[in-house]
């Protein structure tokens, strides 16, 4: 059955999460609300399993996380669209924290902190990835396996920011950068696709880039890149 939360405000909330979504069937609906954890807690703002979610125009203190419930039949999988928001790491929560299964769509969203995808699908557009004062990693797109999961990124952003430490690695069958700008990396840390394929086009802006043996298929060109 649907549900939908609108024009609310959720703060101060405690372990484990803001907004739950599990085992309810598909339709979860966040439109122009607030969540906000509490900062000492490390939880995540909206958390989800087996569902479809639509969250549009929210700002989200504690991110997203997909987590399975699994004693009541709720595994990871499902589609997360994700719309005009601000996803911030708080206290060591991951700003989104996806895992198998799921289909993420992010439009027009600010991403502070840690992003972590394991064997999923992800396709962003016009999306900033950043670190601001406080959090000291960045991103991880990980798969288990050469093939499981691919990322594609169009007309985004890649901002690490003063304080970002972590590593900047992407995993799957494909890795695709188009129209992407890339700010400078002040820890000079290394910005590695390590798909099966890699497609890096139309970017500019200044990276710190590697290929490694996993990539058998890569499209470079039209980069304006330091």
Same mark, same amino acid.
């Given at each position: 059955?649907?549900?939908?939360?609108?024009?609310?405000?959720?703060?101060?909330?405690?372990?484990?999460?803001?907004?739950?979504?599990?085992?309810?069937?598909?339709? +979860?609906?966040?439109?122009?609300?607030?969540?906000?954890?509490?900062?000492?807690?490390?939880?995540?703002?909206?958390?989800?399993?087996?569902?479809?979610? +639509?969250? *549009? &125009?929210?700002? +989200?203190?504690?991110?997203? !996380?997909? *987590?399975?419930?699994?004693?009541?039949?709720?595994?990871?999988?499902?589609?997360?669209?994700?719309?005009?928001?601000?996803?911030?790491?708080?206290?060591?929560? !991951?700003?989104?924290?996806?895992?198998?299964?799921?289909?993420?769509?992010?439009?027009?969203?600010?991403?502070?902190?840690?992003?972590?995808?394991?064997?999923?699908?992800?396709?962003?557009?016009?999306?900033?990835?950043?670190?601001?004062?406080?959090?000291?990693?960045?991103?991880?797109?990980?798969?288990?396996?050469?093939?499981?999961?691919?990322?594609?990124?169009?007309?985004?952003?890649?901002?690490?920011?003063?304080?970002?430490?972590?590593? !900047?690695?992407?995993?799957?069958?494909?890795?695709?950068?188009?129209?992407?700008?890339?700010?400078?990396?002040?820890?000079?840390?290394?910005?590695?696709?390590?798909?099966?394929?890699?497609?890096?086009?139309?970017?500019?802006?200044?990276? !710190?880039?590697?290929?490694?043996?996993?990539?058998?298929?890569?499209?470079?060109?039209?980069? &304006?890149?330091?």
């Amino acid at each position: 059955f649907p549900v939908t939360i609108y024009n609310s405000s959720v703060v101060d909330c405690a372990a484990p999460q803001g907004i739950a979504f599990r085992s309810k069937g598909r339709g +979860l609906r966040v439109s122009n609300t607030l969540v906000q954890m509490r900062p000492s807690v490390i939880a995540s703002a909206i958390a989800v399993g087996n569902a479809d979610v +639509l969250v *549009e &125009n929210c700002q +989200l203190f504690g991110g997203i !996380r997909a *987590e399975s419930d699994v004693a009541n039949g709720a595994f990871d999988s499902g589609a997360i669209r994700v719309s005009n928001c601000i996803l911030v790491a708080q206290d060591g929560q !991951r700003a989104l924290n996806i895992l198998d299964g799921y289909r993420v769509h992010l439009h027009n969203c600010a991403v502070d902190g840690l992003a972590q995808f394991a064997n999923c699908y992800l396709y962003a557009a016009g999306s900033r990835f950043l670190i601001q004062s406080g959090n000291t990693q960045y991103f991880s797109f990980t798969g288990t396996t050469a093939n499981s999961g691919a990322f594609y990124f169009s007309d985004c952003t890649f901002d690490p920011g003063a304080a970002a430490s972590g590593v !900047r690695n992407f995993y799957g069958a494909v890795n695709s950068f188009v129209g992407c700008t890339f700010r400078v990396d002040p820890n000079n840390q290394l910005f590695s696709p390590q798909a099966a394929k890699v497609v890096f086009n139309g970017n500019t802006g200044e990276v !710190r880039f590697q290929l490694l043996s996993t990539v058998n298929d890569c499209q470079f060109s039209w980069n &304006n890149l330091a």
